[in-house]
């Protein structure tokens, strides 16, 4: 059954203090949206997760119009790109988690160490090149850094996480920040061992199955 609109406001809500709950965000940086009807509902700009309530929850057409007290995200070109541009996209989780964001400052990629990169949907994790937040150039970045992804980097500032659906799109930020924890901790230790194009292959396909699913009934 297709959620309402209420019930998705409450959802981004509960995603935006998840992810402060769970150390991927301080203040208000960070952002969060979801596909609605032929738009889209996204967080408000400079608003602390603390004080959010579902009614401050911004909708915005995929023209970019709104008509709310609040100002949307400043970074609401990017989520409306990514809706627009990737129908496999319902749901966007952006943050500024630590080691996510020491990599994105570095502007590198994440290889295959591990065969949770499966979940980025390739190879690697790409790190998009650096533009100005809130910018459609930034917006550009992102698509780039998301082509045949699931998550990407983005250069001197953060990172974004997709999915069909809120818990899966947050699912996917918290494992993004989680391998990107481990590889610098290995590179500490040593030099990682990267895994070949036919393991990473083999694990996609088992990730087809893979990830936070609703409860029975």
């Known amino acids: 059954m297709a959620e309402t609109e209420a019930s998705l406001r409450a959802a981004i809500v509960a995603t935006c203090r998840s992810m402060a709950e769970q150390g991927l965000n301080q ?3 960070g952002n969060v949206s ?8 996204i967080t408000p ?3 602390p997760y603390e004080e959010m309530s579902p009614a401050d929850i911004v909708p915005m057409t995929m023209d970019g119009r709104t008509d709310h007290p609040l100002s949307p995200s400043s970074e609401w070109r ?4 990514i809706l ?3 129908p496999d996209v319902a749901a966007i989780v952006h943050a500024h988690p630590t080691y996510c964001t020491a ?7 994440i290889p295959a160490a591990h065969y949770m990169i499966a979940a980025a949907g390739g190879p690697t994790v790409r790190c998009g090149g650096y533009a100005l937040f809130g910018t459609e150039e930034l917006s550009q970045r992102a698509l780039e850094a998301l082509q045949d992804r699931t998550c990407c980097l983005l250069a001197n500032h953060g990172m974004i996480a997709t ?3 809120l818990a899966k799109a947050l699912w996917l ?5 989680t391998l990107c924890r481990q590889y610098a901790v290995a590179l500490q230790v040593g030099r990682p061992h990267i895994l070949s194009e036919a393991e990473v292959a083999e694990a996609m396909e088992r990730f087809k199955s893979y990830g936070p699913r609703p409860k029975a009934g």
């Open 34 to 41: 979801a596909r609605f009807g032929d738009g889209l509902l």
């Open 27 to 29: 203040g208000t940086s």
């Open 163 to 165: 999915g069909p659906t």
């Open 173 to 177: 930020a918290v494992e993004l920040e």
């Open 103 to 109: 990599f994105a400052m570095c502007r590198k990629d």
């Open 45 to 47: 700009s400079g608003l």
């Open 84 to 86: 627009r541009a990737r």
């Open 78 to 81: 990017f989520h409306r790109d």
